[in-house]
Structures are given as C-alpha cells and as structure tokens.
Nanobody, 127 residues
C-alpha cells in the first residue's frame, strides 16, 4: 500500500512562493493519478491540482490557474506543487492524494476518487 507524506508548508507573506512536496513510500506506476487538495478551517476539501502519472492529463482549479504548477519526479516517486503569487485565501492545510486508477479529466477534481491521503501540511499566507 502506498503511503504519502507531504512537506514544505510554512508561513509566507503575500506574493511570495512556496513549493510543496509529496513523497510516496511505495512505487507509483504510470497508471496512478495524484493530486493536491486543500482544506481551510470549517470548509470541505477543495481541489487544487491533479495529474495522471503518465502526464496525459493535468487539471487546475480556477482559483490557482496561472499561479500554481503541479509536477512529478518519477525517479523520486514525488509529487510537487509550486505555488507562486500567494494570497491570504490560499491559507489552508494542503493534502496530497492518490489513486491507482488513471482518472478521466472530468474526475480529477473529485476527492472521492482518491483513496490514499497524506497527513497534510499547513500553508499560511500573511498580509
């Protein structure tokens, strides 16, 4: 069973950048899909970005499009989220998620499609 561990969160000022990492303990195959979600206090898990490990599909939430970039390093079994031009509304706990299925584009944003989750890493953007 794959396990996920996020890192890279922290406190940053508005407009700055941060890179999150998600390290997978097991082997991620080309059939996997991985994504980033975030949860602010009192809210549901919100979709941020996702990709299929074979890179055939990538999707971003409208709120982060043009500011965040999702990528992966196959050799390191690691998923990344490069966040730029951070805003106070980006403050949340960020979770990495995975499924062994290759999701279609219309399903990439659905938390219920992912069955493996990390413990989360806090990102706080201060003004």
């Amino acid at each position: 069973q794959v396990q996920l561990v996020e890192s890279g969160g922290g406190l940053v000022q508005v407009g700055n950048s941060l890179r999150l990492s998600c390290s997978a303990s097991g082997r991620i195959s080309s059939g996997h899909t991985m994504g980033w979600f975030r949860q602010a206090p009192g809210k549901e898990h919100d979709f941020v970005a996702a990709l299929t490990w074979n890179l055939s599909r990538t999707r971003y939430a409208d709120a982060v499009k043009g500011r965040f970039t999702i990528s992966r390093d196959n050799a390191k079994n690691t998923l990344y989220l490069q966040m730029s031009s951070l805003k106070p509304e980006d403050t949340a706990v960020y979770y990495c998620a995975a499924t062994s299925r290759t999701l279609i584009f219309s399903s990439l944003h659905r938390p219920a499609e992912y069955n493996i989750w990390g413990q989360g890493t806090q990102v706080t953007v201060s003004s």
